[in-house]
């Protein structure tokens, strides 16, 4: 279904970048790929994670949504030299999964919580030392953010949320040397595509497990992200499909 490789990720020496939702899937796909190209990498997780992959990281627990959670992980990055080049907001939820008039308003909070409030929580927290650097935000998004997809009220409403926070960052935090994307993943093997498939909704919960995208894939399009090559960019939203990228993948 989809015919993609990873990028070729450039020298990442020198370069500080914090990882949200690092314990697995693509965030910790991206902190290997990011410790394997040079970069100092801080590394939160929530609940189970595959320390395996984060080896080589600073590791922490990191909950999104509990501002001293957020704050002790900021503090890490001040202990360990006090520099910070890339935020990835990479942390998400999908449930709840369920038709909308079956939910109730209040299980909707979660997804707002993590998806939409998490990030702004990270991103205010990290201003300080974004601005220094005048540095990068990438946030991690999805067709659903412009796509209504059945039983996804509130990924679909969250991320979409996401995708027009990520316009605020660029307009507002501009000024200050600061540059944001907001990049789409397409249907990706990670432990949220299993609650997809087991919730069988909509179209993306047929797709088989073998025609999924590796995580390799969004990984390493995050990973140029946080490289000084991204400068070159203009726009703030951007795909894992565009042609920048699948200009640059091996798909022979």
Same mark, same amino acid.
């Given at each position: #279904?989809?015919?993609?490789?990873?990028?070729? +990720?450039?020298?990442?020496? /020198?370069?500080?970048?914090?990882? !949200?939702?690092?314990?697995?899937?693509?965030?910790?796909?991206?902190?290997? !790929?990011?410790?394997?190209? /040079?970069? !100092?990498?801080? =590394?939160?997780?929530?609940? =189970?994670?595959?320390?395996?992959?984060?080896?080589?990281?600073?590791?922490?627990?990191?909950?999104?949504?509990?501002? *001293?959670?957020?704050?002790?992980?900021?503090?890490?990055?001040?202990?360990?030299?006090?520099?910070?080049?890339?935020?990835?907001?990479?942390? /998400?939820?999908? =449930?709840? %999964?369920?038709?909308? @008039?079956?939910?109730?308003?209040?299980?909707?909070?979660?997804?707002? @919580?993590?998806?939409?409030?998490?990030?702004?929580?990270?991103?205010?927290?990290?201003?300080?030392?974004?601005?220094?650097?005048?540095? #990068?935000?990438?946030?991690? &998004?999805?067709?659903?953010?412009?796509?209504?997809? @059945?039983?996804?009220?509130?990924?679909?409403? *969250?991320?979409?949320?996401?995708?027009?926070?990520?316009?605020?960052?660029?307009?507002?935090?501009? $000024?200050?040397?600061?540059?944001?994307?907001? %990049?789409?993943? $397409?249907?990706?093997?990670?432990?949220?595509? &299993? @609650?997809?498939?087991?919730? /069988?909704?909509?179209?993306?919960?047929?797709?088989?497990?073998?025609?999924?995208?590796?995580?390799? +894939?969004?990984?390493? +399009?995050?990973?140029?992200?946080?490289?000084?090559?991204?400068?070159?960019?203009?726009? +703030?939203?951007?795909?894992?499909?565009?042609?920048?990228? !699948?200009?640059?993948?091996?798909?022979?």
């Amino acid at each position: #279904m989809f015919n993609l490789a990873p990028i070729p +990720v450039p020298d990442l020496d /020198g370069r500080t970048v914090l990882v !949200t939702g690092a314990g697995r899937g693509i965030g910790a796909a991206l902190v290997r !790929t990011l410790v394997a190209h /040079g970069a !100092t990498v801080f =590394a939160g997780f929530y609940g =189970a994670a595959d320390m395996g992959a984060l080896a080589g990281a600073v590791t922490f627990p990191l909950d999104v949504t509990d501002q *001293s959670s957020v704050n002790a992980a900021v503090a890490q990055v001040n202990a360990f030299g006090g520099r910070l080049d890339v935020l990835v907001n990479n942390a /998400g939820i999908i =449930a709840p %999964i369920g038709h909308l @008039e079956h939910l109730t308003s209040d299980s909707l909070r979660p997804a707002f @919580e993590v998806n939409v409030i998490g990030v702004h929580r990270m991103t205010v927290a990290s201003l300080p030392l974004l601005k220094a650097s005048k540095g #990068m935000i990438v946030n991690a &998004g999805t067709g659903a953010a412009t796509t209504p997809m @059945e039983g996804w009220t509130g990924y679909c409403c *969250s991320k979409a949320g996401v995708r027009m926070l990520s316009q605020m960052m660029a307009l507002e935090l501009a $000024p200050y040397g600061i540059q944001t994307a907001f %990049i789409g993943i $397409p249907p990706t093997d990670t432990m949220m595509q &299993g @609650e997809i498939r087991a919730a /069988g909704l909509n179209p993306i919960s047929q797709i088989p497990q073998e025609k999924l995208v590796n995580p390799n +894939v969004a990984a390493s +399009v995050m990973a140029w992200l946080c490289s000084n090559a991204a400068r070159q960019m203009d726009e +703030v939203m951007v795909d894992v499909r565009h042609e920048r990228f !699948t200009a640059m993948m091996d798909l022979a």
